[in-house]
């Protein structure tokens, strides 16, 4: 018996364009996403989760603030994920913090599916996703201050130098994701590809609002479970670097 069903084909944005005529010519201007949107095939179980979970663990992405209290049913330290993939270190993330919140964007739907599933399987009642661009969410669901962290593990390296405008980690975003976080809150970034790593530091280390950690990389905090993945390839002798920095403290020097 066959146990995936293939999903319905999306749109595969490539370089994954989308016009923005916001300019005040009304010229058409080019938004470039960290993303591509590719078909992929579901297990039964997570098509299931889809269908019982999703009405109760999915946000709908609307561009208004989140508030959170409601959602949550309680005043608790929010984290938000970006890019979670197939959510195994997300959950077990939030089973080890039950005192924080969390909440999972990702835009690729076997993702959200297996995330529904161990949401359930671990009974994790402080995890929520949305699946949309997690650019917009940042811009319109989540207001200034309101961040206690932002986890971004294992982003798309975007290898070919061609494509390296792609990478999500650029001077502009962090200095919206900046804005997002708390006074002392954290942003954590992982990468197994060195030179993705370099540029981490480099935008990183130039943002005026965001203190470094350590000296240079950071060793991985304890809350980070290695993946599979990770594993691996750290027996085959590969590097994996974690960042993390902090938002300066008003008068912080």
Known sequence: MNESQPLPESPRLDAAETPDTSGGDGAPRRAIRSFVVRAGRMGTGQVR?????????CLPYRAEPLDAAAVWGRQAPLVL???????????QIAASRPDTDFLGVEVHTPGVGA???????????????????????LEHMIAPGQLAGV????????HKKKHNKRRLIQPGFV???????????????ATDWQPYAEQMLEVLSAEPQLA??????APKPDYRPLTKFENRGLKLGHGVWDLVFRRREPGAV
Request: one cysteine or more; a negative charge.
């Open 151 to 158: 986890h971004i593990f294992f982003p798309d390296p975007w």
């Open 81 to 91: 994920e970006i890019g979670f993939g197939m959510g195994g270190a997300t959950a």
């Open 212 to 217: 470094n950690t350590a000296e240079g990389y």
């Open 175 to 189: 200095a919206q994701l900046v804005t997002r976080l708390a006074p002392g809150g954290y942003l954590h970034c």
């Open 49 to 57: 989760a889809l269908e019982e979970l999703g009405p109760r663990f």
């Open 115 to 137: 995330l529904l599933k161990l949401i359930d399987e671990r009974e994790l009642g402080n995890l929520r996703i949305v699946q949309h661009d997690a650019v917009e969410v």
